[in-house]
């Protein structure tokens, strides 16, 4: 009789526990099954408010390009008035990215730090070149044609190499010939007065001047030139060179 209590109530412990593990693996999935529905809730309706920010580390001077800027939830008692926002995926201006590209950094930018018009000078305002300069370095402007500015495919940000283009003429002799070689190597491009107006379907106006990034010697350099013969842009790729020849 003892030995029949005992086996009747080590059944019943048996049962007990097997019922309540199956209650936690019931519990576990109606957790895990509510967390999923949280999630696809909160992916697809994203964040209420979002602010314009840095994507990476953007040093002074640096051009603004739109791989440089992302959205990044905010909290909404954080939000300050000179901050870009959009609210539930939509931003006041459909071209916020078109307006700030080309822009310069006034001061850094550390990733995840809010854009702000303090922070950013355009083309055309004032201190623009002051801005885009590096410490020790001047800003000098070159007349460029179509053929010599690349045809209008040079842009601000961009990097180049000036050639030289002079003529020849020896002693003794009646033929002028012609030279060209290659005076600076990997240059700068600040600015150029190049314009495109598609709203209204006017047609480009190519640059007449470009205006770059250089040492005070290069700038005497490019004077001189400039009194020699007739300079030209060769665009230059924006991945590494190896062997990259060293600027003058």
Do not use: C
Not at 35 to 46: D, H, P, S, Y
Not at 63 to 75: D, G, H, I, T, Y
Not at 205 to 213: G, N, Q
């Amino acid at each position: 009789m003892r030995l029949r209590i005992i086996i009747l109530a080590l059944i019943a412990v048996g049962m007990a526990s097997g019922t309540v593990f199956l209650a936690q693996d019931w519990l576990q999935a109606q957790r895990d099954a509510l967390n999923a529905q949280l999630a696809a809730r909160q992916v697809e309706e994203g964040p209420e408010v979002e602010v314009l920010v840095a994507a990476e580390n953007l040093p002074r001077g640096t051009f603004v390009k739109e791989s440089n800027l992302r959205w990044q939830a905010w909290p909404e008692d954080g939000v300050s008035d000179q901050y870009i926002v959009r609210e539930n995926g939509r931003a006041e201006s459909d071209m916020v990215f078109e307006d700030l590209i080309g822009a310069v950094v006034r001061n850094g930018l550390n990733v995840g730090e809010p854009i702000t018009d303090g922070r950013l000078v355009r083309p055309g305002d004032r201190g623009f070149l002051a801005a885009v300069l590096s410490p020790g370095h001047r800003a000098i402007s070159v007349p460029v044609s179509a053929t010599a500015g690349v045809a209008g495919f040079v842009f601000p940000g961009d990097r180049v190499d000036l050639i030289l283009t002079h003529e020849i003429q020896r002693a003794g002799e009646s033929v002028t010939r012609r030279a060209s070689e290659t005076l600076l190597h990997d240059v700068r491009v600040l600015a150029v007065d190049q314009s495109v107006d598609d709203q209204n379907g006017a047609p480009p106006r190519v640059a007449k001047t470009a205006t770059f990034e250089v040492t005070p010697k290069q700038a005497e350099i490019i004077t001189v030139a400039l009194q020699i013969g007739w300079l030209s842009l060769a665009l230059r790729s924006l991945g590494v060179e190896q062997d990259a020849p060293k600027v003058v």
